[in-house]
């Protein structure tokens, strides 16, 4: 169902990736990719660049959490070195929809908190 209503929301179709198998990790990658490779041609426009180097993470959970992660560690350790100039550019956002990322761990940290401070 929820896939059903992302899909109906504008431009998700045509612009977002789900991240539910390994082959979806592929094609991310491959798209990062094209991506970093298209803006380091030299008839890219700086415009055109902070474009393609824009990069959002939707979804404070696990999973959105550990691929932003892993998308920072890809910036730094590889492509940093392949596109040097291009960092600077890059940005990453994680979006959430709660006050704060994580929300099932931080519930559950926020409850055993509150057991051992009652137990004290």
Not at 31 to 53: Q, W
Not at 83 to 102: C, G, K, M, Y
Not at 113 to 120: P, V
Request: charged share 20%.
């Amino acid at each position: 169902m929820l896939a059903f209503l992302l899909c109906q929301t504008p431009g998700v179709v045509d612009h977002a990736y789900f991240l539910k198998e390994a082959k979806h990790a592929r094609i991310i990658r491959a798209k990062i990719m094209d991506h970093f490779e298209r803006a380091a041609s030299p008839t890219t426009s700086l415009a055109e660049k902070e474009g393609l180097l824009q990069f959002v993470v939707v979804g404070g959970g696990p999973t959105g959490v550990e691929f932003a992660g892993e998308l920072i560690d890809m910036l730094d350790n590889d492509l940093s070195k392949q596109f040097p100039s291009l960092i600077p550019l890059v940005r990453v956002r994680l979006i959430q929809s709660a006050d704060h990322i994580l929300v099932r761990l931080h519930t559950w940290h926020t409850a055993a908190a509150l057991l051992a401070q009652a137990a004290c």
